[in-house]
């Protein structure tokens, strides 16, 4: 305004020119080491291209890269800043190359922001590294699958990259043609032509997950678990009996009271769960904790505090710590099934192998432990079969643990627990103290 007033001009804001006022000299001298960035943008440029094909050799290209340099040569004093600041590097770079390659750019920005905030909430430098190799994997898998299918046009092929990106949403055909410049009829009947399905089958389909055979028959394995488990603790009263000098009456009465416990343990229990969700998922985390709660306190009432005469007081807080693990990887276990597979043709498969499994373990452990080990042991129970009896049946469950483990690590990640709804609402201890206070008989 005081340009104008003085010298009746009008001046845009790109006219103003901002004069530095802690450097005399505009034009400061830039050393330069060429040595250092020998062959770097003719690799850099390789990678790009490798990007925009979706060629999988792309990682020896990225790996020849970090050999010829260490990213932006900046010391900022913060090591890990600086690797996410060149892990943004190779995002932006990645993220245009494949638009070039043919990557609808809606969806490349999308990821880009995605990755990106993964890369910021990042504590470690192995974090970044690990993001990074799932970003670039994930780019260049989507680049391939558009080079791959070229009988779709790339609006509809587009649509299907926006409807896998946005599955956890609510997507409506009206929105897909609006965002394609067709009309809605005019979209759903070139999608079906392309696709072979409608819109809103095809969004069915990529929300059911299927579970291969090997996955399922893993996960079954569970049964392992619980079942060797469910053998000894069969024995309990004799434990109780040998080991701590408790008569039968008194143990069932101990095993009764102590299932009230479950009001309290399980509400706090599931809360546990809500938080847990590392890089590694939850799933694995939990089911390895409880099942080392539940091995510790069995080892402890079979084997380490039994004949020691500890008394009812010992039992019972063995038998508590038992209960928190098992309830721990009960309750983990339970969630495994709906997370592999949502498809309801599955469903009779998981149920059979889970059935089998329940059926032929406890048989299998009854005639280990009362045909082959029993008579080791003079042909009735003693604290010395009990011992060995508590380490075959752990040994037994333990197996089954990594099976499980090994079954569900493809769908254990942090991104399958993030719920269906943007709206993310944090279960707090006042909500769980409210459904104890509420809690009634259906």
């Known amino acids: ?6 010298n009746q001009e009008k001046i845009a804001a790109y006219d103003v020119i901002l004069q530095n006022a802690h450097s005399s000299d505009p034009k400061e001298t830039i050393s330069s080491n060429s040595n250092s960035h020998a062959g770097v943008w003719m690799n850099e440029q390789l990678l790009c291209k ?21 990213g932006l040569k900046t010391d900022i004093g913060d090591a890990l800043r600086s690797h996410k600041n060149n892990a943004m590097v190779l995002l932006v770079l990645c993220s245009r190359a494949c638009i070039q390659g043919g990557l609808s750019p809606d969806i490349s920005y999308d990821l880009n922001d995605y990755y990106a905030q993964k890369i910021e909430c990042c504590k470690s430098m192995t974090d970044v590294s690990y993001i990074c190799s799932e970003m670039l994997e994930d780019y260049v898998s ?8 070229t009988s779709v046009s790339n609006i509809i092929r587009n649509s299907c990259e926006y409807i896998k990106s946005h599955l956890t949403e609510s997507i409506s055909i009206e929105e897909l043609s609006k965002r394609s410049g067709y009309t809605g009829y005019y979209f759903s009947h070139k999608f079906k032509k392309e696709m072979g399905c409608t819109v809103n089958d095809f969004i069915i389909k990529e929300k059911i997950e299927c579970a291969k055979l090997w996955q399922i028959i893993l996960v079954a394995c569970n049964a392992f678990v619980g079942m060797s488990i469910y053998s000894l603790i069969g024995m309990t009263s004799y ?8 008569t039968t009456a008194v143990v069932g009465i101990i095993l009764t009271c102590t299932r009230i416990l479950d009001g309290i343990t399980d509400p706090i229990l599931a809360f546990i769960y809500d938080k847990v969700n590392t890089r590694f998922g939850k799933i694995r985390i939990l089911i390895i904790a409880g099942f080392v709660i539940e091995a510790l306190a069995l080892m402890a009432m079979f084997d380490w505090a039994a004949g020691k005469n500890l008394g009812t007081a010992a039992f019972t807080l063995c038998y508590i710590v038992y209960v928190i693990g098992y309830t721990i990887a009960n309750m983990t276990a339970l969630t495994i099934n709906p997370l592999i597979s949502n498809d309801p043709k599955q469903r009779p498969t998981i149920s059979v192998w889970s059935t089998v499994l329940n059926y032929c ?3 299998a452990l009854t005639i280990v432990l009362n045909v082959v080990l029993l008579p080791r042991f003079g042909g009735s129970y003693t604290l010395e079969f009990l011992s060995t009896a508590c380490k075959v049946c752990l040994l037994v469950a333990a197996l089954g643990v990594i099976l499980v483990c090994i079954g569900v690590s493809e769908y254990d990640k942090p991104e399958n627990f993030t719920g269906l709804s943007n709206k993310k609402e944090n279960l707090k201890l006042k909500d ?7 809690n009634r008989p259906l």
Do not use: T, W
Not at 1 to 6: E, I, N, P
Not at 432 to 438: D, G, H, Q, S
């Open 1 to 6: 305004m005081l340009h104008y007033c003085l």
């Open 239 to 246: 434990a109780a009996s040998l080991g701590f000098g408790i």
């Open 142 to 149: 989507r680049v391939r699958e558009v080079k791959m299918n």
């Open 432 to 438: 769980m103290a409210e459904i104890l206070r509420n």
């Open 50 to 70: 490798m990007l925009s094909d979706g060629d999988p050799r792309y990682k020896e290209v990225l790996q020849k890269s970090n050999m010829l340099s260490c």
């Open 361 to 363: 373990i406890p048989m």
